[in-house]
Structures are given as structure tokens and as C-alpha cells.
């Protein structure tokens, strides 16, 4: 009876501890290095954010779910390294739906009221003087010529993967592109549906629609002013050259965002051997 009710015990601590404070994840691909490379476990802190609460059962069958968050102790800040729930679907980026099993590391390079540019491959926040990580990779980007990138990456970026029409805009010339923010208020124009139609349907679970005339309709009503309900992320990957991530899909809501990536716990190579130097590195 002892060890049956010391293992529940365990069993709950356990889950108690995935569920509010930390969770661990393994990294598959190279698209955030040098800070974190493929083979490595890292340990991913819940208390920044707050730990989120939903019916788990509901999300493994692919049903919309009410996401509840429990309060944080500072926020995602600028070039924190986060994993977050991937909010679309590959190929097809126009909506954005609640992945409970598919998990994406990147750097968050833009927050909620930023506005952000790409100039010559290097990104841009308006009014920040500071330097945006990674510097080196963003440079590397910007020695690619755009045949070069063209080829790497022949999928259109944001707004026109989602869209289907866009603004010109490449992988080393992008945006500005202003990041809404809870209760920030919008003019509804044919500019503001390519950015944002993703994220106003799926705050309000109805069908944005723009004519010729760039009248912006929900439903069947006509709307000329909107007002966001939650905050977004521009979440980038460190290896500028080798990363899918906000500048072909778009923005994170909040809810979608499970923690901040607090250290490497354990890191393996393709042989399997493991990366004595990279145990327990804290990742920045």
C-alpha cells in the first residue's frame, strides 16, 4: 500500500510540475543555431509566461478549446528564446488552429505595440536603438543574394502566404509591420485584412472578407475599425538562412505560447554521443 500510494504521489508530482513550472522538449532542427542545435533536451520555464490550462483531451482530438492562463511574474520579453504551440498549417497559413502536440523554439524578436522592419536582412523595431539577436545570422542573411533565396525558400512570405496577395515584401526587405496588441484598436481596410485576417478570425470565429471596393466585412456586416482581444508575437529564428518562422506564417497569439527556454539539460549528436559542454547551458 506504501509503494502504491508513494508512486501515485510521484505520478502527481510529476504531472503537477510539467503542468505549472518547467517541461521538457527535445530539439529537431537547426533553425535556432548556435544558441540551440539538433539533439538537444532543453528545460522550458512556465512561470514567465504563467502556466496555461485547457481540457487536453478536447485538444488531442483537434477541437477548439478555451485556453485559461494563470498569472506570470514578468512576461515574454524581447530576444527571449520561447516555445510556443505552432498556430497554422504547413502550406496552407490562412487560419489559425490549436496544435497541442506540434511545438516550435524560436527567438521572439517583436512584441505586442512593436512595429517591425527587415532592412538589407536585419531587423528593425521602431524606437529601440539596441541591437535585435542574432546579429551575425541576420548579416549572413543579408550576403544571400535574392536568387539565392529565392531558391532556398520558394514559398511567399507574409502577408502573401496567408493572404494570397501581399506587399512586395522579401525575406531582406520586410514590413513595417505593426504588432497588435491587447485592446489596440484598427482601421478595417484592404491593408488590414492582408495583415491580420488570421488573427480576427480566430478571435472572433467568423469569416473576414474584403471587395473591390476594400470594404472589409465579418460575416456579412461591414466593419471599418476592430479591436484586438490578445496579444502577438514575431517569433524568428536565430539561423536567419535556414529557419520557417513569423516572416512566412505571420504572428503567435498569446495563448499559444507555453514558456520561456530556460537551459539545456542534455545534448545529443547524430552519433549519439553526448555534448558534454552543452549540459546544462543556460540558453540566451
Same mark, same amino acid.
Given at each position: 500500500m506504501n509503494l502504491v500510494f508513494y508512486g501515485c504521489l510521484a505520478v502527481v508530482g510529476y504531472l503537477l510540475l510539467q503542468v505549472f513550472l518547467l517541461v521538457s522538449f527535445k530539439v529537431p532542427t537547426n533553425s535556432m543555431v548556435p544558441e540551440m542545435m539538433p539533439g538537444d533536451f532543453i528545460l522550458v520555464e512556465k512561470l514567465s509566461m504563467g502556466p496555461r490550462l485547457f481540457d487536453v483531451f478536447k485538444a488531442t482530438r483537434l477541437e477548439e478549446v478555451e485556453i485559461h492562463r494563470l498569472p506570470g511574474l514578468r512576461g515574454i520579453r524581447r530576444n527571449d528564446v520561447v516555445v510556443f504551440n505552432f498556430p497554422y498549417e504547413y502550406g496552407r497559413w490562412d487560419s489559425i488552429r490549436f496544435h497541442v502536440m506540434k511545438y516550435y523554439t524560436k527567438r521572439c524578436i517583436g512584441l505586442p505595440g512593436d512595429t517591425i522592419s527587415i532592412r538589407n536582412g536585419l531587423y528593425q523595431i521602431a524606437g529601440e536603438k539596441g541591437e535585435i539577436e542574432k546579429r551575425s545570422q541576420q548579416m549572413e542573411l543579408a550576403l544571400f543574394s535574392d536568387s539565392i533565396l529565392?531558391?532556398?525558400?520558394?514559398?511567399?512570405?507574409?502577408?502573401?502566404?496567408?493572404?494570397?496577395?501581399?506587399?512586395?515584401?522579401?525575406?531582406?526587405?520586410?514590413?513595417p509591420l505593426p504588432i497588435p496588441k491587447r485592446g489596440q484598436k484598427v482601421r478595417m481596410d484592404s491593408t488590414a485584412w492582408k495583415l491580420y485576417h488570421q488573427l480576427v478570425e480566430w478571435e472572433q470565429k467568423r469569416k473576414l %472578407?474584403? &471587395? &473591390?471596393?476594400?470594404?472589409?466585412?465579418?460575416?456579412?456586416?461591414?466593419?471599418?475599425?476592430? %479591436?484586438?482581444?490578445?496579444?502577438?508575437?514575431?517569433?524568428?529564428?536565430?539561423?536567419?538562412?535556414?529557419?520557417?518562422?513569423s516572416r512566412f506564417w505571420g504572428l503567435v497569439p498569446d495563448d499559444y505560447i507555453v514558456g520561456r527556454v530556460w537551459r539545456i539539460w542534455k545534448s545529443v549528436d547524430s552519433k549519439g554521443k553526448v555534448r558534454w559542454d552543452r549540459v546544462f547551458k543556460k540558453v540566451n
Open positions: 529565392s531558391e532556398r525558400f520558394p514559398d511567399p512570405v507574409y502577408p502573401e502566404a496567408s493572404a494570397g496577395v501581399g506587399m512586395g515584401w522579401t525575406l531582406k526587405e520586410f514590413g %472578407t474584403v &471587395d &473591390d471596393q476594400g470594404v472589409v466585412r465579418m460575416g456579412g456586416d461591414a466593419i471599418q475599425e476592430y %479591436t484586438f482581444t490578445h496579444d502577438y508575437y514575431f517569433m524568428a529564428g536565430d539561423n536567419a538562412v535556414s529557419s520557417i518562422d
